[in-house]
């Protein structure tokens, strides 16, 4: 079985600092990972994904994430904040590339004070 | 080209009524999924269709839930007798056949009182 935990429910950070959202994952066979953001009143959407090759992925926006194997973990970071950028983000695995079957973490919400 | 649409989007209903979710996806997507999540917490898998047939429903919490999906496209999710613990957000999805991005809907936030 596999699990995420996502450190932090919350997240307030000025604009224009940076921020990182903390993930971890446990599980018994090689994972993909993903990151989703959900705004006000919006549905989830997928912000980047990690399935293989260099651990290091990016979004369009600016944020990127890093895939840890050793340390279990994948967090999210951003070095400059913006106002649009609150919202709640989740972290999410799966034991194979049917992202649709993921397990989900808590999700941690970003608030992003002028 | 419309996202996943998902109807209502808001319930309230009494213990013990039942309620029907609907969702549909994105045009073309074979893969459809539904999620629940309770409470704040974690979004957690109910099941998945391909086209019409359930491919996994491993994540479906009881048999007063019970999902179908008529001629591959929208998919309706029952519960019925609702119960408190029932309420949440349900989230659908869908995606393309051997695509691994999923497309969510808004969700439709259900609360029984």
């Known amino acids: 079985a596999q699990s995420v935990t996502q450190l932090d429910s919350q997240v307030p950070v000025f604009e224009e600092a940076p921020v990182e959202l903390r993930c971890n994952y446990s599980?018994?066979?090689?994972?993909?990972l993903f990151w989703y953001v959900q705004y006000p009143n919006q549905g989830l959407q997928l912000l980047l994904k990690?399935?293989?090759?260099?651990?290091l992925v990016e979004s369009i926006n600016g944020f990127e994430a890093e895939f840890n194997k050793s340390q279990t973990s994948f967090h999210l970071r951003k070095p400059s904040v913006h106002i649009s950028d609150t919202a709640e983000y989740f972290c999410a695995v799966s034991e194979n590339t049917n992202a649709g079957k993921s397990t989900f973490g808590d999700g941690t919400t970003l608030t992003v004070k002028p | 080209e419309a996202g996943v649409t998902q109807f209502p989007s808001h319930s309230v209903i009494e213990k013990g009524q039942t309620v029907t979710l609907r969702c549909d996806p994105i045009s073309g997507h074979d893969n459809l999924y539904w999620y629940r999540r309770v409470m704040g917490k974690e979004i957690k898998f109910l099941l998945h269709f391909v086209k019409e047939s359930k491919q996994d429903e491993s994540g479906m919490p009881n048999n007063r839930f019970l999902a179908e999906r008529t001629g591959g496209t929208y998919s309706t999710l029952k519960v019925q007798p609702a119960e408190l613990e029932d309420s949440g957000v349900y989230f659908c999805?869908?995606?393309?056949?051997?695509?691994?991005?999923?497309?969510f809907g808004e969700g439709s936030w259900l609360t029984v009182v």
């Open positions: 599980s018994s066979v090689s994972v993909y």
């Open positions: 999805a869908s995606s393309q056949a051997g695509v691994n991005t999923i497309y």
């Open positions: 990690y399935l293989s090759g260099s651990t």
